[in-house]
Every structure is written in structure tokens, then in C-alpha cells.
């Protein structure tokens, strides 16, 4: 059980977990298309090995388009519930579709705890 790294992070280097989930680029803004793909009349973030965001550059884990990333990239606050599951999933090893379906079903059930945003509920869903 590596908890510890799911512990609310103070920085998101050396991570980079959120930017192995989906991600739409409604706007695309400027992102270069060949970071992007359509999909049933949609544009979204392309998706390398492992699930990994296209733009995720994969050694500095630092995003390559950052000032032009998409809402659901600057809508993933750090520290938030959202970050702390897909963390604890990225740092047990998880990727590509399992990844993804730890990440829903922690949110679902931290949504159950009725604990979405609270510090206090993202320590209770650690210890579950
Ligand atoms: S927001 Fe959270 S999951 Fe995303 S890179 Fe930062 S610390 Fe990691
Ligand atoms: S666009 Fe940037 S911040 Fe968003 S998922 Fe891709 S690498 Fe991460």
C-alpha cells in the first residue's frame, strides 16, 4: 500500500497521475493537432502508452502546453479529492482503462461519504 504518496501534495512534480485520465479540449486554442484526436464529433487530448496525455512531456512530467491546456486541466485542482484518488491509483501502479475505473469509483464512493472537497473526508477515503 504506498498511502504516502497519495498524501495532499504540495507540488504536482514528479506526478503528473491527472494526466493520465481523459481529457476533452473543447477549444482546442492554439493546442497543436497532432496532440489531439476527434472522436464521435469531439475533440479530445491524444493518448500515448499507458494513457498517457500526449502533451505530458514524459521525463520532466511537465506539460508541454500549459498556458493553451484545456478547462478540465486547470479545473483539477491539486490537493482536491479528484487529484488524491487519482494519485493513490497512478502510485499503485495503475494505468490505461484501470486506471480509469479506480479513479471513478474512488470518486463515486468519496461522493457517497458526502465528502467531496473536505480535507477530512479525502483522509477518510485514504483509509478505506
Ligand atoms: S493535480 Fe494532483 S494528480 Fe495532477 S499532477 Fe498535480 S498533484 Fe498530480
Ligand atoms: S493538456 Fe497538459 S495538463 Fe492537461 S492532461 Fe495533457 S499534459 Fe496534463
Known amino acids: 500500500m504506498k498511502i504516502q504518496h497519495a498524501d495532499a501534495p504540495t507540488s504536482c512534480r514528479d506526478c503528473g497521475a ?11 486554442n492554439g493546442i497543436p493537432e497532432r496532440l489531439t484526436t476527434r ?11 499507458g494513457g498517457r ?3 505530458l512531456e ?3 512530467k511537465r506539460c508541454i502546453i500549459y498556458a493553451r491546456r484545456p478547462p478540465d486541466c ?10 488524491l484518488v487519482v494519485r493513490r491509483a497512478f502510485f ?12 471513478v469509483k ?3 464512493k468519496a461522493t457517497a461519504l458526502g465528502s467531496r472537497d473536505s480535507i477530512d ?6 483509509q478505506k
Open 92 to 103: 499503485d501502479g495503475l494505468r490505461g482503462k484501470k486506471l480509469i475505473k479506480a479513479y
Open 106 to 108: 474512488g470518486i463515486k
Open 39 to 49: 472522436q464521435q464529433g469531439r475533440t479530445w487530448m491524444r493518448r500515448e502508452g
Open 18 to 28: 491527472c494526466c493520465y485520465l481523459v481529457v476533452e479540449a473543447p477549444e482546442p
Open 74 to 83: 486547470r479545473n483539477f485542482d491539486r490537493g482536491s479529492v479528484h487529484c
Open 53 to 55: 496525455c500526449a502533451a
Open 121 to 126: 473526508g479525502n483522509h477518510a477515503l485514504l
Open 58 to 60: 514524459p521525463t520532466t
